[in-house]
């Protein structure tokens, strides 16, 4: 059996908490999948970068960012690396169901209540295509809560998310403001929403605590969709005498 890098990737961060959170996803993946060659990288901030350790990967590979939506670093680091013929990018994270269902077990983890206004809040982003997987993730979610969630940013250019803190509040005076952390681990951007003066805020997707299996289904999916698009022809391992064990855990 032939195995395949998993090469995921991450933005990188010198938060010591987002530094395990992430790993302990990475850990999670190649425990479910042990098949698989599962490896660590980022864009930013930490080491490995993604094309130094494409470079060091033996064979074929498929990059899987642990990004919850497109945007500059998958368009140009990401993709820039995975210029090589024997590798592959997969698709971002978000939006996705599984990531519903993590987000609504974090609101129960709050106590929040039907009664409460709900808003996603996001790092943010400039790319278009960024701000509408985030709109669609909170589509999402509302299909799922049963009422309307806003979408609030603390970077990028989308609504600063102070001001939809401040319009739920005003709009609906006498119900608490509940942000869902649509982030994937903790750090800078969850502390920015903490301050945007919701009554509460959620943990990330990555909280600290047991890696949820929606998170650990969705990169072993989101791999075996990219992986379909590899050559074998192209610079990769001589094909091995059955093909590789490549299997989606399911949607």
């Keep these: 059996m032939t195995t395949i890098a998993l090469v995921a990737t991450s933005h990188g961060t010198d938060v010591a908490a987002a530094q395990s959170a992430i790993t302990a996803l990475v850990d999670a993946v190649g425990e479910a999948a042990p098949h698989l060659d599962v490896r660590e990288a980022f864009v930013d901030v930490q080491l490995p970068r993604v094309d130094t350790a494409l470079d060091l990967v033996d064979g074929l590979a498929v990059v899987v960012p642990l990004l919850l939506a497109p945007g500059f670093h998958v368009r140009v680091d990401i993709n820039g690396a995975a210029r090589r013929e024997w590798v592959v990018a997969a698709g971002t994270l978000g939006a996705d169901d599984r990531l519903t269902d993590v987000m ?34 909170a589509e999402r979610l509302a299909a799922a809560w ?17 001001d939809v803190v401040r319009a739920a509040t005003r ?28 009554d509460l805020v959620t943990g990330p997707l990555l909280d600290g605590g047991p890696v949820a299996d929606e998170l650990v289904s969705l990169v072993l999916d989101r791999f075996a ?27």
Excluded: N
């Design 146 to 162: 049963g009422a309307p969630v806003a979408v609030g940013h603390v970077g990028g250019s989308g609504t600063p998310m102070a």
């Design 171 to 198: 709009e609906r005076p006498g119900r608490r403001v509940v942000i869902v952390s649509y982030l994937m681990a903790p750090g800078f951007f969850q502390g920015r929403m903490q301050r945007c003066g919701a």
């Design 104 to 137: 609504l077990r974090r609101l129960a983890q709050v106590g929040a209540t039907r009664d409460d206004v709900v808003l996603l809040g996001s790092a943010g982003s400039t790319d278009a295509d960024a701000l509408g997987s985030i709109d669609e993730a």
């Design 225 to 251: 969709e990219a992986a379909e698009g590899l050559d074998w022809s192209a610079g990769g391992p001589p094909r091995a005498s059955a093909d590789p064990v490549v299997t989606k855990s399911g949607t």
